[in-house]
């Protein structure tokens, strides 16, 4: 009986959970339903298998909702499938090591509440990336954070008290860094480029958009917004380019797939694993946040998922490779004329300030 009350709603919830996400309604509790595949594909898979043990096969009407829960299934499985070593990897591992050409990147948002440093100051000093952006930081952060500015010379700081203040760290030279608020005031992102040590220059975009949800932005369009016009103003043909942070999106969402084919940008993650950095304390639910696309001319020395730091969210890390003659091996993402023109509307529907990152 009590089987009954759990398994038969699960098989009627299944449906509605796996295709609202299909649609390219907006609304936050719409979005919502893209963040737990993995749980979504979980359930979906015990309900067929608890189904037919249960409740046999005594009607027409069983083999259709076992259909129905397949089909939701595949739905499922084609979303996240690409994010496991299954899958063939979207950017090649490096080959040879070749330190000048490597560029190595720590993300962290630290939850601004958070008042443990020193984990990851630990993590900083043992890890010694090249690039560090530390998300939600507010004014105690910035001076807890002073404790590495010696071994980073090029910093940029923008302390908030909203959630959304950041600051980026590096051992390399930053050229033209800026902050810019391209769709809300008080969310910004930072662009410069990196020179690594063998003198390439790359194009760097580190953004913290607002997510949907209750107690943020009723829909994605903000957050969208951010994502194409970053994604249209970039010339990854012309230059090399790394776009990193937490997006506030999951990697097999609608429109971090379409940032994607907008840009032409690659996800280390695709053929290795999820890498799942939110949220740290509950592992049941866990879905991948916190991002690194960059151009097809890098190959991927390493990506971990790095340990808990008190935050909500687990650090990441990533050490790329540039290697030019890697383009060839890697098809990148192109958006069609109605992707493109959904894309562009996205930017309309929020205003965001296209000229700013073309200047």
């Known amino acids: 009986m009590i089987l009954d009350l759990i398994v038969f709603p699960l098989c009627c919830v299944v449906p509605l959970f796996t295709l609202l996400p299909l649609l390219r309604h907006e609304a936050w509790w719409v979005r919502a339903f893209e963040f737990p595949a993995v749980q979504i594909t979980a359930v979906t898979c015990a309900a067929l298998v608890a189904y037919p043990l249960i409740y046999g096969w005594q009607a027409g009407g069983d083999l259709a909702l076992i259909g129905v829960l397949l089909i939701c299934a595949i739905i499922q499985l084609a979303r996240i499938i690409r994010y496991t070593p299954v899958f063939p990897k979207q950017i090649q591992s490096a080959r040879q090591s070749r330190p000048k050409d490597q560029l190595n990147l720590l993300v962290a948002n630290v939850l601004m509440t958070n008042r443990t440093a020193q984990p990851l100051l630990d993590l900083i000093h043992d890890l010694k990336p090249d690039l560090v952006l530390v998300l939600e930081t507010d004014n105690w952060w910035q001076d807890q954070l002073d404790a590495i500015s010696e071994g980073y010379p090029y910093v940029v700081r923008q302390p908030l008290d909203n959630l959304y203040g950041m600051h980026l760290y590096s051992r390399l030279e930053l050229l033209d860094a800026e902050i810019l608020f391209l769709?809300?005031?008080?969310?910004?992102?930072?662009?410069?480029?990196?020179?690594?040590?063998?003198?390439?220059?790359?194009?760097?975009?580190?953004?913290?958009?607002?997510?949907?949800?209750?107690?943020?932005?009723?829909?994605?369009?903000?957050?969208?917004?951010?994502?194409?016009?970053?994604?249209?103003?970039?010339?990854?043909?012309?230059?090399?380019?790394?776009?990193?942070?937490?997006?506030?999106?999951?990697?097999?969402?609608?429109?971090?797939?379409?940032?994607?084919?907008?840009?032409?940008?690659?996800?280390?993650?695709?053929?290795?694993?999820?890498?799942?950095?939110?949220?740290?304390?509950?592992?049941?639910?866990?879905?991948?946040?916190?991002?690194?696309?960059?151009?097809?001319?890098?190959?991927?020395?390493?990506?971990?998922?790095?340990?808990?730091?008190?935050?909500?969210?687990?650090?990441?890390?990533?050490?790329?490779?540039?290697?030019?003659?890697?383009?060839?091996?890697?098809?990148?993402?192109?958006?069609?004329?109605?992707?493109?023109?959904?894309?562009?509307?996205?930017?309309?529907?929020?205003?965001?300030?296209?000229?700013?990152?073309?200047?």
């Open 183 to 359: 769709v809300e005031e008080g969310v910004p992102s930072i662009h410069a480029e990196v020179v690594l040590a063998s003198g390439q220059r790359v194009k760097l975009h580190c953004l913290h958009p607002a997510p949907p949800s209750p107690t943020e932005n009723a829909t994605s369009a903000e957050r969208d917004g951010e994502l194409m016009v970053v994604a249209k103003t970039l010339d990854h043909q012309a230059q090399s380019v790394v776009v990193m942070g937490d997006l506030n999106d999951v990697a097999w969402s609608i429109s971090t797939r379409l940032f994607q084919k907008m840009s032409g940008l690659l996800d280390p993650r695709v053929g290795r694993g999820m890498f799942s950095t939110f949220h740290a304390g509950f592992p049941l639910f866990r879905w991948p946040l916190d991002h690194v696309f960059c151009s097809g001319d890098f190959t991927v020395v390493s990506l971990a998922r790095l340990p808990k730091i008190g935050s909500d969210h687990f650090p990441i890390q990533v050490v790329l490779q540039h290697t030019p003659s890697a383009k060839r091996l890697h098809p990148e993402p192109v958006a069609s004329q109605s992707e493109a023109e959904f894309a562009q509307q996205k930017i309309i529907d929020v205003d965001a300030d296209e000229t700013a990152l073309r200047g």
